[in-house]
């Protein structure tokens, strides 16, 4: 019994400290409020806003109220648990020192982007690795990036590394090191962007496609050493491929595209610009995987591919219509802006670029960053100039890989 009244006792005290606790809670809830309508207030006196205005009428005045508050109520929040995304992308007055204080003080990021940074420290990638909830780093055209950078970003990450989206383009000091050490250390990366990065070889493709199995997207735009037998072992370890840019990688044929086609079945999107090896054989192909497809909705992207022709187009649009594909095929016929004619008789055969105009094409379209002239055929396929941003600081518009 006198257990049970001194368990009473206490359990009167716990619930006593906790009504204290709930009426202080309550009174400093109260004199928020009273100091929020009194703000109100002078937020309608001096912005002609009426005693019947809803609250929400008055939240939406947030701009209103002055810098010495908004600095107060900053003070208040928990920045470093609030921000999450930060994108630094291209300024050009903040420098390593700063971004290494900005991150070691946001801990909760998920998404860090930082292209064009000139100078890239040891320092500021061991910062990156620390934190804990990091998916998405954007480090484009930073170049004095170098493979031990990336060395210590994933040697300090949590293991496996969280890392889901990785953009490391046009960085020329890096080499299939990096390559391997992303395979190793990011077994949940689904998307990789490394176009420009001259330095990649087959055997780096070869090796992070083998270990990386989940990714869904990849740009490898200008990556010179992109051949068949990457693309062969794309299609042996990626079935989760959903998007690829394969634009000015020259050597890939007829037989690695169509592996590649035919093994990754949800592919939506493949750009082959500027490929010259490739033929007809790639659409007519097209039209077959489609029916196979796990996809109804396919992008395509064939600007300057001399060998392709415009035939071989329409047959493919038509195919793809009858057997309720939706295909977007895009292409520009360099023979139509030269002669300013529909007209298919011309010197080249009715192909796919060609001549002088397609040697000029890709410095025309980098040192412009301005969209060219747009033809449609009566078929549906879309036939464009497709500026790139490429060499001229962001001067144009790519497609959005992320």
């Known amino acids: ?13 716990v619930i006593s400290k906790k009504m204290d606790s709930a009426v202080v809670l309550f009174e400093d809830i109260k004199r928020k409020e ?8 002078f937020l309608c006196e001096n912005d002609n806003i009426t005693e019947h205005s809803s609250k929400k009428d008055k939240i939406c005045h947030f701009e209103k109220i002055p810098l010495e508050i908004k600095i107060k109520i900053f003070k208040c929040l928990e920045i470093d648990e609030i921000v999450k995304h930060i994108n630094l992308n291209w300024c050009q007055q903040i420098n390593s020192v700063g971004i290494e204080y900005l991150v070691k ?36 055209s930073c170049p004095t990036l170098n493979d031990e950078h990336i060395s210590t970003l994933l040697k300090y990450q949590p293991s496996p590394s969280p890392l889901t989206h990785i953009d490391l383009s046009n960085n020329q000091l890096l080499t299939d090191e990096t390559l391997k050490e992303l395979g190793n250390s990011c077994p949940e ?23 990386c199995t989940k990714l869904e997207v990849i740009d490898l735009e200008d990556c010179p050493c992109i051949n068949d037998e990457v693309l062969q072992s794309f299609a042996a370890h990626l079935s989760d491929l959903k998007k690829i840019c394969l634009s000015y990688c020259e050597l890939i044929t007829d037989d690695g595209v169509i592996t590649l086609l035919q093994q990754c079945t949800k592919i939506s999107r493949i750009d082959l610009d500027h490929c010259q090896l490739l033929t007809d054989a790639v659409l007519h192909n097209l039209s077959l995987i489609l029916n196979d497809s796990k996809v109804n909705y396919m992008e395509v992207e064939i ?39 529909d007209s298919d008789d ?29 033809l449609r055929s009566h078929l549906g396929a879309t036939f464009r100039i497709r500026s790139t941003n490429r060499d001229n600081n962001r001067g144009g518009t ?5």
């Not at 019994?1 to 005290?13: A, D, E, F, I, V």
């Not at 035939?311 to 009858?322: G, I, P, W």
């Open 34 to 41: 009273k100091e929020i309508d009194e703000h109100d207030s």
């Open 1 to 13: 019994m006198r257990q049970l009244k001194n368990h009473g006792r206490r359990s009167s005290s």
């Open 105 to 140: 003080g946001c801990q909760e990021l998920e998404c860090l982007k930082i292209n064009g940074l000139s100078k890239i420290s040891d320092q500021l990638m061991l910062n990156i690795a620390l934190l804990p909830n990091l998916k998405n780093l954007s480090m484009e």
């Open 189 to 211: 990366l689904t998307h990789l962007e490394v176009h420009e990065c001259t330095n990649f070889t087959d055997d780096g493709f070869i090796y992070i496609a083998s270990k």
């Open 346 to 374: 011309d010197d080249n055969g009715g192909r796919i670029g060609g001549s002088s105009w397609v040697r000029n094409n890709r410095l025309i379209r980098r040192l412009t960053g301005t969209h060219g002239s747009s």
């Open 303 to 341: 600007f300057d591919c001399r060998n392709i022709s415009i035939s071989a187009v329409r047959e493919t649009v038509k195919k793809a219509t009858d057997s309720g594909v939706h295909l977007k095929l895009k292409g520009y016929y360099a023979w139509q802006a030269n002669n300013n004619t």
């Open 398 to 402: 790519r497609p959005n890989y992320t």
